[in-house]
């Protein structure tokens, strides 16, 4: 029997399926317009104040199609984004919000809108016509240059203010390097130089995450600053060139969690363990999730609906593998460090408080 013969129409009045089924789609189509618009920088332009429409197309127009601007003006405008009156259009208060939170866009629909997608395609083993079953280790492509980006443009509200937080304990006589592993675009750098921390800064990126991956500026005319100073490297093997009297507190933001899925857990507990023995190691700091997708709570708020179901989605289908506090707590534990603080990051930034903090010495 064919799926189309199984459910017709006929037992839902088109009316009534349109009126609970389209409001999907307009959610949908708001958040890839608000995309675009961060993209493009049409929504800087014009939460920054009232602009022509013709001034707004030409600013663009190197970039973009006009066809483009003005069908993203349109919707805009459609969306409450922006108002438009005679020939002028204004950003509206709701797009000031988007521009606040484009880090959320930009990791969602820019990063892992690839990841959806791909979703929704079966899988086929070799034998011809054969649909598998997904398990969480599969390959589904993300673009991981807006996940670095809108990750960090996250983290810039929630995740690093804990992290600099945490880092102020090791501002001793002789202040160790920060290395920032998995630095995403490296904003944790500035961000800690505009705290006043004194701590030197070192953001890299491991090379075999996306070996094929160029290591570029971000670009566009919402740059978000450049890469450049990210050095392409291991952990192990920057650890392995750092001098014997060089001192060093690794950061480890969002990163644990994909090290666990793609490696496992033995050789994460062999990393961690060769760092706990390692007198050039003074302390880690780390950033993970709290996997509670079942949480009631989730349903009932705002950042529930709007990201936390994305992200666990996100997270059953690629190589991350969130676990519970409990679960890195005893890993720590084991590899040879002492717990000396755990915190959940703000509650503006993270209402659900599933982002935790763990401030680790060597035991
Ligand atoms: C969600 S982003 C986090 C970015 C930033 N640390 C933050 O706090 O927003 C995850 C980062 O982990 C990095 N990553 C993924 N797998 C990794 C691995 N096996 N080793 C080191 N870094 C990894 C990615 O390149 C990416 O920069």
Not at 18 to 47: C, H, K, S, W
Not at 83 to 105: H, P
Not at 136 to 148: F, G, I, S, T, Y
Request: charged letters at 20%.
């Amino acid at each position: 029997m064919s799926v189309l013969s199984e459910f017709t129409m006929d037992d839902v009045p088109i009316d009534e399926a349109l009126r609970q089924a389209l409001p999907l789609l307009e959610g949908y189509g708001d958040a890839m317009v608000a995309y675009a618009l961060i993209r493009t920088g049409l929504a800087n332009a014009l939460a920054a104040g009232e602009k022509s429409e013709c001034d707004l197309i030409t600013e663009f127009a190197a970039a973009y199609r006009p066809a483009v601007l003005k069908g993203l003006i349109r919707h805009a405008v459609g969306a409450g984004l922006a108002t438009k009156r005679a020939s002028q259009i204004t950003g509206t208060e709701r797009l000031r919000a988007v521009v606040a939170s484009a880090g959320w866009f930009r990791l969602l629909i820019g990063g892992y809108g690839p990841t959806l997608l791909a979703m929704a395609e079966p899988e086929r083993d070799p034998a011809p016509n054969q649909v598998t079953c997904k398990g969480n280790d599969m390959d589904l492509p993300r673009n991981l240059q807006e996940v670095k980006v809108g990750s960090c443009m996250m983290s810039s509200y929630g995740a690093f203010p804990a992290v600099c937080d945490m880092l102020d304990t090791f501002a001793c006589p002789t202040p160790p390097i920060v290395l920032d592993v998995g630095c995403g675009d490296g904003s944790l750098g500035p961000f800690l130089k505009r705290r006043g921390s004194q701590l030197r800064y070192v953001g890299i990126e491991d090379p075999r995450v996306i070996p094929s991956e160029p290591l570029r500026a971000s670009s566009g005319p919402d740059s978000t600053g450049g890469e450049s100073g990210i050095a392409r490297v291991s952990l192990k093997d920057y650890v392995a060139g750092l001098a014997q009297d060089e001192r060093c507190v690794i950061v480890l933001s969002f990163v644990l969690h994909e090290i666990l899925a793609q490696h496992g857990e033995g050789p994460l507990r062999e990393l961690l363990s060769g760092f706990a023995q390692d007198p050039r190691i003074v302390g880690l700091v780390i950033v993970e999730v709290d996997p509670a997708p079942t949480n009631a709570r989730l349903q009932d708020s705002t950042s529930g609906r709007g990201y936390y179901n994305l992200y666990y989605l996100i997270h059953d289908i690629t190589k991350q593998r969130l676990m519970p506090r409990a679960f890195w707590e005893r890993l720590f534990a084991d590899c040879g460090f002492n717990l000396l603080d755990v915190e959940h990051i703000s509650e503006k930034a993270d209402p659900l408080r599933l982002e935790i903090v763990f401030l680790l010495e060597r035991g």
